[in-house]
Structure formats: structure tokens, C-alpha cells
């Protein structure tokens, strides 16, 4: 994790999902409907890795207004702890709580059960909600419940589709090579989109983004990076 936090910079965090994407009473409907196509065919399950970091673009519309930033998110569920960041906070609804006005980045940090939210340009933080208050990180489980929705292409690459009914509705697409299965796109129906690039496991088995990555690659670049 030394070089997925280093590469970060601090910590980052991942705020809309968090709520929206914690499984509720749906998750049996659509297992139900999973093991009936499964009796035709095997779909493939979606893999949420433990230990990860990703870049992502994230488009916000919230009745007329319209927001994007570039973010970024370090997630690991082994020790707990989730790192968002946003260029800038004002597409998230708990960074606008804060700050409505300002066009200023926002990270949120959930660790040792905590949700910190911290607006390093303007040097504020803090404590905003724990566990207690379904504040922690993203379940890991949280594609459990997902249900096939056939292949496509994406990003150039052929992807995996799946959807997933929380409080809102949404559509999951990976790289279509599980067990890895790179996140591609999210889009929480209807107000969010998350569009994933650059992302790297703990491991540093994979890194993502336009395609033309591979670990070999990976490998030469970080040799090349410790060069003097
Ligand atoms: C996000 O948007 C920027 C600017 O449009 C673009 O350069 C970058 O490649 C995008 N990143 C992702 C993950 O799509």
C-alpha cells in the first residue's frame, strides 16, 4: 500500500456511494433473478477488489445543475479505510453541505471508523459522521447483489455489465476478464456518473485507464520513476 499512497499524496474518499450503494431489501429480488438466468448460463460475478486505488471523472446532475471533477479514491477494506478525493467538492452533496459556494477540492477520509471531510485548500477538516451513522466505508459486498447485464464495449475494451438496485438504481461495468475485472463506469441512475481510469491493486498486478497499460509496463515505468 506504500506506493498507492504515496502516489495519492494523503488520503482521498468516495462520498455519494457510500450511501447509495449499501444493498438493502432489493438483494434477494435480484439474486432471485441471477440464479434464474443462471440455469441457462454461468454470468460472470463482479469482482469490488479489497485493496485498490483508481482515478475517476465524476459528472453530478442534480436538476438543472450540471458538475464534473476529476477524483480519485484509495480503498481498502482489509484495514478499513477509504480516501475520496475531489478536485473540486461541489457535485458531492456532503462537501456542498459545507461549502455550497465554493469551487474548492474535497477529500473525504474514513478511518478507525470515522468519516473525515477535509478541504485542504482551504485548511479545514473535520470529524463528520461515524460508522455508527453509516458513515463507513463502502461495503465490500456491495456487488453482491448485481445482476448481469450482457457485454459492451467501453473505453475502447470489452466490458461486462451489471446492475445493482440500492436506493437508486445502478449500472456497474468492468474489463470482461474476471477474476480482475478493472472498474470502468459507474453510473448511479440518474445523477451520478463515474467514469474510471488509472487504477492500480495493492499488489500492483494491474493498472488500467486507456487500455495501454499492462503490468510488464507498470514494472518499467516505476523502475524508470526511481532513477535519479
Ligand atoms: C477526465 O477528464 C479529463 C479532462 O477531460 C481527461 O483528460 C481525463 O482523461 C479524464 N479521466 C478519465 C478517468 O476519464
Not at 142 to 163: H, I, P, V
Request: proline share 6%; with cysteine; charged share 15%.
Amino acid at each position: 500500500m506504500a506506493s498507492l499512497k504515496a502516489k495519492h499524496g494523503l488520503f482521498i474518499a468516495f462520498a455519494v456511494l457510500i450511501f447509495v450503494f449499501q444493498p438493502h431489501g432489493t438483494a434477494a429480488t435480484a439474486r432471485k433473478q441471477l440464479d434464474a438466468t443462471a440455469a441457462v448460463r454461468e454470468d460472470p460475478k463482479p469482482i469490488w477488489h479489497r485493496q485498490f486505488s483508481i482515478d475517476f471523472n465524476e459528472t453530478t446532475k442534480l436538476l438543472w445543475w450540471r458538475w464534473s471533477t476529476e477524483g480519485s479514491m484509495l480503498y481498502d477494506a482489509l484495514q478499513q479505510v477509504e480516501v475520496v478525493h475531489r478536485a473540486n467538492g461541489r457535485g458531492d452533496s456532503m462537501c456542498l453541505s459545507i461549502h455550497p459556494r465554493s469551487n474548492t477540492p474535497c477529500t473525504h477520509l474514513v478511518v478507525s471508523g470515522q468519516r473525515y471531510l477535509i478541504f485542504p485548500e482551504l485548511g479545514e477538516c473535520c470529524k463528520c459522521c461515524s460508522n455508527a451513522g453509516g458513515c463507513g466505508i463502502l461495503d465490500p459486498n456491495w456487488l453482491d447483489a448485481a445482476e448481469y447485464t450482457g457485454q459492451t464495449t467501453m473505453q475502447g475494451r470489452t466490458a461486462d455489465s451489471w446492475n445493482i438496485r440500492g436506493l437508486q438504481p445502478n449500472n456497474y461495468y468492468a474489463t470482461a476478464d474476471v477474476p480482475v475485472g478493472i472498474p470502468l463506469e459507474l453510473n448511479q441512475l440518474p445523477t451520478a456518473t463515474y467514469v474510471f481510469g488509472e487504477s492500480e491493486l495493492a499488489d500492483g498486478t494491474w493498472v488500467a485507464g486507456s487500455g495501454a497499460w499492462s503490468p510488464a509496463q507498470q514494472q518499467q515505468q516505476q523502475q524508470q520513476q526511481q532513477q535519479p
